[in-house]
């Protein structure tokens, strides 16, 4: 099977696909099936499924090339590995194709609504040591009711911020150490982490079991300290 699924928002289209099901069936395309505008990926969990941002951004122009590692929001990074015209819903334009490593995802963007779609570079050395200290850092209030912890966390993940991300993933991570996670947050937790792991590798220049140990450990790390200071 193939899946893709074509989003309107305000004038950005994302179209995407997992890599291995296009290796399925010797490579023959999926069998009589026509994918319509909106079109919905079938999904195992509700957190795999593909979700619009709505979100109000202000476009920044960058020129992305072939070899350029980017972050995609809500997917996490990858890296530009196509730049070409295609025609889709009858409309010819310029798209950028990029993998998304650890979902073995592809993602289509438009080049010129790149960053209404809120595509943009990896972080730098820099930000890498501000992240740091964020995941270090104390828990911040959130919402007690579960319901809206739950949405507070998920437009934060949306919003493609690595410090708003970063938050997240300290905050359920101490959570999940103090009063632990319903079934819900774990798994916005180990999706919020893996988005953050990452971009970690592309910024540390690690593996992606690397940067997901190097994370686990310093989350561990932060952790018994809090336990130490309780």
Known sequence: ???????????????????????????????????????TIPTDTATEQIEDLEI??????????????????????????????KEILGEVRQYLTIKILHNDMTVMVPCENAGKAGLRRVIDE?????????????VSEMPKNWNRRFKHNRDKIKTGDIYELAEVVRNLAIREQDKGLSTGEKQMYTRAKKILASEMMYALEKSEDDAEAYLDDLLLRSDKQMAGAA
């Open 56 to 85: 109000t951004r202000e476009a920044e122009c960058i020129d992305f090339e072939i070899g350029d590692n980017v972050v995609y929001p809500h997917h996490g990074a990858g890296q530009v590995i196509k730049k070409e015209q």
């Open 1 to 39: 099977r193939a899946f893709a699924v074509y989003r309107r928002s305000t004038s950005w289209t994302a179209t995407c696909r997992r890599e291995h099901a296009l290796r399925e069936s010797h490579g023959r395309p999926a069998s009589g099936r026509t994918l319509m505008k909106e079109d």
């Open 126 to 138: 820099d930000t890498v040591k501000k992240v740091l200290a964020v995941l270090s850092d104390d």
